[in-house]
């Protein structure tokens, strides 16, 4: 483990210094870390000619001491030469395309000069003498560490199409052991780099797999790493013809739920903006950027006027009786809203939440893009707070997948996350009312897209320090650890998505201990927490993680990833197959097993086997802060 030192963060700030490697490849390779005796690189290869597979030897112009690779297997070809290869996701990339999943951190003696890479031969091809001389090169000084997104100086308010973002941080996968005999000075048993029991980092880039596949919209062509997906649901409109293509689609149907996915992009959101080193040690943290813009350029577009947002498109009954693939749906496929006459303070303050969380995420990434965020916020916070119902009365289709239990913790919630993100005390003050006026001090049961009454009582007691809000956090993180969990160890809250529900409160706890005024036990919350995750990960002899770990689960009820390739169909008669998806569904946290532990891998069973955007939301907020934590050395 390198120093913790090395990595101090103070006052929840972690400036990032983007570098390049001073090196005739810069046109390929960028820097976006480093430190003494090591740095992080991302790759981007364009792709001239279409391939099945690809092999990259990287030579340095020094030797190493080991090399921590993600999106792809490493092996060693001499002391100065490491040969980088496809994994099974990733080897198909068209003419065209940009591979730009790959990259890793290199290891080298900490006196001794940095090692320059001095050739990358993709396929036998020298990329860094063939890439054409327009390629812009990093920047070298003190630029933020996302510095290469142009910012979006053409949106409107309200039905402009955002673009996304353009720059992609790298994705990882498993890191399988080095064939060298050097390595880094560390005592690892992840395959992470790391002295943890699961490598988190292959966990978070597999959830990050996982939103990519509930992508709905117009996918780019340099950005989609899921290739049994394509382009789907592109005439998604309102009632007057406003777009609504783009977002996510809610679980292993295809309807588009916004109550739900806003939730589950504020918590995305909120780890980003706390566990930025989570994220960034993994080479992870412009995936993480990228999956909560692609939803809230969604929730832009469906913010059509100022008091009107749509909250779901999609008809139940009619996705519900398909089964198939989202690029061959044929339903029609109406689309739902609020308004002043009927409205939805708990959908609209969620909504604020995310857009005011996902603000802060870009504000040193893209100024213009986190001021839009930002606005949207304030407009659908006023429209939240001034014409108050529930959403599920208002569109009473979505009560059947998504009822309400009431909107006044939104209204708090939504409060104050636009307190953190402005300052302004007003919003504070709302938050305070809200807090009292709906009886938010009570010790919830959950954390949840329904109740947000830990998040509330988190965010208020670390933005005031007041001691009403501190007691209630630590209230309620005290009962979790001391309620009676299963045998093998599970925090059960409910059948539906248990893991979720464990995952969610290990977060609210792992969150309680970055303020240490609560005067609370960071090593019993932390314990805690990670069991939770850890269950997940493979505690109780198997996986709950698709694609990860040992025995994971390979029939998820998930429509789009138990299709075979295309032309071959896909119906009803492939939702009855025993047989295991035939594509992998990377990263999907299942809903799990029930109060005995209890768990069988059955598409049929929606309860234990579906997965949803909202179930990983909590999973990989909490993966990032267990990889942030031991990063910096302070628990493994």
Same mark, same amino acid.
């Given at each position: 483990?390198?120093?913790?030192?090395?990595?101090?963060?103070?006052?929840?700030?972690?400036?990032?210094?983007?570098?390049?490697?001073?090196?005739?490849?810069?046109?390929?390779?960028?820097?976006?870390?480093?430190?003494?005796?090591?740095?992080?690189?991302?790759? &981007?290869?364009?792709?001239?000619?279409?391939?099945?597979?690809?092999?990259?030897?990287?030579?340095?112009?020094?030797?190493?001491?080991?090399?921590?690779?993600?999106?792809?297997?490493?092996?060693?070809? $001499?002391?100065?030469?490491?040969?980088?290869?496809?994994?099974?996701?990733?080897?198909? *990339?068209?003419?065209?395309?940009?591979?730009?999943?790959?990259?890793?951190?290199?290891?080298?003696?900490?006196?001794?000069?940095?090692?320059?890479?001095?050739?990358?031969?993709?396929?036998?091809?020298?990329?860094?003498?063939?890439?054409?001389?327009?390629?812009?090169?990093? *920047?070298?000084?003190?630029?933020?560490?996302?510095?290469?997104? &142009?910012?979006?100086?053409?949106?409107?308010?309200?039905?402009?199409?955002? &673009?996304?973002?353009?720059?992609?941080?790298?994705?990882?996968?498993?890191?399988?052991?080095?064939?060298?005999?050097?390595?880094?000075?560390?005592?690892?048993?992840?395959?992470?780099?790391?002295?943890?029991?699961?490598?988190?980092?292959?966990?978070?880039?597999?959830?990050?797999?996982?939103?990519?596949? *509930?992508?709905?919209?117009?996918?780019?062509?340099?950005?989609?790493?899921?290739?049994?997906?394509?382009?789907?649901?592109?005439?998604?409109?309102?009632?007057?013809?406003?777009?609504?293509?783009?977002?996510?689609?809610?679980?292993?149907?295809?309807? &588009?739920?916004?109550?739900?996915?806003?939730?589950?992009?504020?918590?995305?959101?909120?780890?980003?903006?706390?566990?930025?080193?989570?994220?960034?040690?993994?080479?992870?943290?412009?995936?993480?950027?990228?999956?909560?813009?692609?939803?809230?350029?969604?929730?832009?577009?469906?913010?059509?006027?100022?008091?009107?947002?749509?909250?779901?498109?999609?008809?139940?009954?009619?996705?519900?009786?398909?089964?198939?693939?989202?690029?061959?749906?044929?339903?029609?496929?109406?689309?739902?809203?609020?308004?002043?006459?009927?409205?939805?303070?708990?959908?609209?303050?969620?909504?604020?939440?995310?857009?005011?969380?996902?603000?802060?995420?870009?504000?040193?990434?893209?100024?213009?893009?986190?001021?839009?965020?930002?606005?949207?916020?304030?407009?659908?916070? @006023?429209?939240?707070? +001034?014409?108050?119902?529930?959403?599920?009365?208002?569109?009473?289709?979505?009560?059947?997948?998504?009822?309400?239990?009431?909107?006044?913790?939104?209204?708090?919630?939504?409060?104050?996350?636009?307190?953190?993100?402005?300052?302004?005390?007003?919003?504070?003050?709302?938050?305070?009312?809200?807090?009292?006026?709906?009886?938010?001090?009570?010790?919830?049961?959950?954390?949840?897209?329904?109740?947000?009454?830990?998040?509330?009582?988190?965010?208020?007691?670390?933005?005031?320090?007041?001691?009403?809000?501190?007691?209630?956090?630590?209230?309620?993180?005290?009962?979790?650890?001391?309620?009676?969990?299963?045998?093998?160890?599970?925090?059960?809250? $409910?059948?539906?998505?248990?893991?979720?529900?464990?995952?969610?409160?290990?977060?609210?706890?792992?969150?309680?201990?970055?303020?240490?005024?609560?005067?609370?036990?960071?090593?019993?919350?932390?314990?805690?927490?990670?069991? *939770?995750?850890?269950?997940?990960?493979?505690?109780?002899?198997?996986?709950?993680?698709?694609?990860?770990?040992?025995?994971?689960?390979?029939?998820?009820?998930? @429509?789009?990833?138990?299709?075979?390739?295309?032309?071959?169909?896909?119906?009803?008669?492939?939702?009855?197959?025993?047989?295991?998806?035939?594509?992998?569904?990377?990263?999907?946290?299942?809903?799990?097993?029930?109060?005995?532990?209890?768990?069988?891998?059955?598409?049929?069973?929606?309860?234990?086997?579906?997965?949803?955007?909202?179930?990983?939301?909590?999973?990989?907020?909490?993966?990032?802060?267990?990889?942030?934590?031991?990063? +910096?050395?302070?628990?493994?």
């Amino acid at each position: 483990m390198l120093p913790a030192s090395v990595f101090s963060i103070t006052s929840h700030v972690l400036l990032f210094i983007h570098l390049t490697s001073g090196g005739p490849c810069d046109n390929i390779v960028s820097v976006t870390s480093s430190w003494p005796g090591g740095y992080t690189t991302a790759l &981007k290869v364009p792709i001239k000619t279409s391939i099945t597979s690809w092999k990259m030897d990287v030579t340095f112009s020094s030797a190493l001491s080991s090399i921590q690779v993600w999106d792809a297997t490493s092996t060693v070809t $001499n002391t100065l030469q490491y040969r980088l290869s496809n994994v099974s996701y990733n080897g198909i *990339q068209n003419a065209g395309a940009t591979l730009s999943g790959v990259g890793f951190n290199a290891y080298y003696v900490s006196t001794a000069p940095s090692p320059v890479i001095t050739s990358i031969l993709f396929n036998g091809i020298n990329v860094c003498a063939n890439v054409t001389a327009t390629t812009t090169k990093p *920047q070298t000084t003190t630029k933020p560490l996302i510095t290469t997104t &142009k910012p979006l100086t053409t949106l409107k308010p309200l039905t402009t199409t955002v &673009k996304p973002l353009t720059t992609v941080k790298p994705l990882s996968t498993t890191v399988k052991p080095l064939t060298t005999t050097t390595t880094r000075p560390m005592t690892t048993t992840s395959g992470s780099g790391l002295p943890t029991k699961y490598n988190y980092r292959e966990a978070i880039m597999k959830s990050h797999l996982f939103y990519y596949a *509930q992508r709905s919209g117009r996918l780019p062509v340099a950005d989609n790493p899921i290739p049994y997906r394509f382009d789907s649901a592109l005439n998604d409109r309102g009632q007057s013809g406003e777009d609504l293509t783009g977002g996510y689609y809610d679980a292993g149907d295809h309807l &588009k739920l916004g109550f739900p996915l806003a939730s589950a992009i504020t918590i995305i959101a909120w780890s980003i903006i706390d566990f930025p080193l989570g994220y960034s040690s993994a080479g992870q943290l412009t995936n993480g950027q990228n999956l909560v813009k692609w939803a809230t350029d969604y929730f832009i577009k469906a913010h059509v006027a100022a008091n009107k947002l749509y909250g779901q498109v999609g008809d139940g009954t009619l996705d519900h009786n398909y089964w198939g693939r989202p690029e061959e749906m044929t339903m029609n496929r109406p689309a739902f809203f609020i308004s002043t006459t009927n409205p939805g303070s708990d959908l609209a303050g969620e909504t604020a939440a995310a857009l005011a969380a996902t603000s802060m995420v870009f504000k040193t990434v893209n100024s213009t893009y986190s001021a839009l965020c930002l606005a949207r916020a304030k407009q659908l916070y @006023a429209f939240a707070k +001034q014409y108050q119902g529930k959403y599920s009365q208002s569109i009473p289709q979505v009560a059947d997948f998504y009822p309400s239990s009431g909107f006044g913790d939104e209204l708090a919630w939504s409060a104050s996350w636009l307190y953190r993100a402005t300052n302004d005390v007003t919003y504070l003050n709302d938050a305070k009312s809200f807090y009292t006026q709906h009886g938010l001090s009570s010790n919830p049961w959950e954390f949840s897209w329904d109740s947000k009454n830990p998040g509330v009582q988190v965010l208020l007691a670390k933005l005031t320090g007041e001691t009403q809000y501190r007691n209630a956090v630590k209230v309620f993180c005290d009962s979790k650890v001391n309620q009676p969990k299963t045998p093998k160890g599970l925090l059960f809250i $409910n059948k539906w998505g248990s893991l979720r529900h464990a995952s969610n409160i290990a977060f609210i706890c792992l969150q309680v201990i970055l303020a240490a005024e609560l005067n609370i036990s960071a090593l019993t919350y932390r314990q805690f927490s990670q069991k *939770q995750i850890h269950y997940a990960l493979g505690d109780t002899g198997r996986s709950f993680v698709v694609g990860f770990g040992v025995n994971p689960p390979v029939k998820p009820h998930h @429509a789009s990833s138990s299709c075979p390739n295309r032309p071959a169909p896909c119906d009803w008669s492939t939702y009855g197959s025993t047989a295991p998806n035939p594509q992998i569904l990377y990263g999907a946290l299942v809903g799990g097993p029930d109060n005995n532990d209890v768990y069988v891998d059955d598409r049929d069973n929606y309860v234990t086997n579906e997965v949803a955007c909202d179930y990983n939301a909590g999973f990989q907020a909490s993966l990032a802060a267990l990889q942030s934590l031991a990063f +910096q050395g302070l628990f493994n």
